[in-house]
């Protein structure tokens, strides 16, 4: 049995993350199957339960592990016992350099190429590389490149950013996100969860919205200000509103990370209707579940990455606000660029033209999806085949 060491941010409180984890055992252990992984993650036992039906180990990265989240022990030993160490995710950014509980590029900066000179194969997989703005970052992140067997980048933009840090060409590999290829939960989940908290039972159809507390945070340039937080949620809660009465709907607030709740229900509590809006969240919900519930919606708009590809995944027509870069290189992924509003040009007149827009192309939007879901799918699943060499 070969053992692949599986590196991501797995604790369980970013749905995004935790669909990236299941899409990557269903990829590779449908095509490996005599495989074990290791995943080294803070959180074990929602590894454990969450990916029960994979052969997963969870490598604790507790204290009592010797181990300040991913700077420790655990990680360098799990990768030098590994016969294959993936690198997956968007972990390798350079905010916090040195930060171990924040950044995993300078811990792992040190522990892959020291697995990769003890004979331990590397691949980056189907992963994003950067943001890197300092040259400390970009020093680091070569470091890796470098010693990566291969390099496979679920967007263009990752691949611009390797060849300017280096001739990596050799090595890279254009895959899609893990997640596109999460399982949903089944329909007697679905109903059992519309029983219990009412959502989906409505007698309207739905559609989301989905923001995060960072707002424009990523993309703003530095010595700029952002978008002030109050004057963002009252141009949101006029949109919500104005979607309820203009489309006879009821509204999902959709959470995927825990620290976003704080944000969403503030929007909640400014609508004029919030009885029309529910809110759904990982922190009471598998991702599983939410791929489920974004399949049955009508249309959502997001700030957050993952929950752009979990809705599109499942055939949901989405309006971005890019809050992230990745975001931009996603909807381009999908041939989506057309549904994208740039935090620059936000305004609660431009929210709403990209809400109505949405709403009312949405059988377009839908049809437009299936090939390019189709195709990235198809790209993420075919990344595990270019495993085979290195578990021989």
Known sequence: MKKICVLGNFSGRNAGDAAILGGLLEDVSSRHPDTLFAVPTINPGFVRRAYA????????????????????????????????VLV???ILFDRRLYDPTHNYLFTLSLALPLARRRGVPLVLYNMSLGPVKTPAGERLLARILRAADLVVTRDADSHDLARRLGPFEDKLRLGADCALNVVPSDDARLAELARRTGILSGGRPAIGFNINRYLDTDVTPPGRKGIDRGAFVR????????????????????????MDLEITEELRRSLARPERAAIISNRDLSHNDIAKILSRLEMLIALRTHCLILATAMGTPVGCVVSYPKNRGYMRSIDMEDQILEFDGFSERRLWELTERTWVRRDELRARLVPAIAREKARARESAELLAPFLA
């Open 53 to 84: 039906r994979y052969r997963v180990k969870p490598v604790g990265l507790l204290p009592w592990n010797l181990s300040v989240k991913i700077l420790g022990v655990p990680v360098f030993a799990a990768t030098l016992s590994a016969d294959l």
């Open 88 to 90: 997956t995710d968007a």
């Open 235 to 258: 141009a949101a809660a006029a949109v919500v509103d104005r979607a309820i009465d203009s489309f006879g709907v009821d509204v999902l607030l959709v959470v995927t990370q825990p």
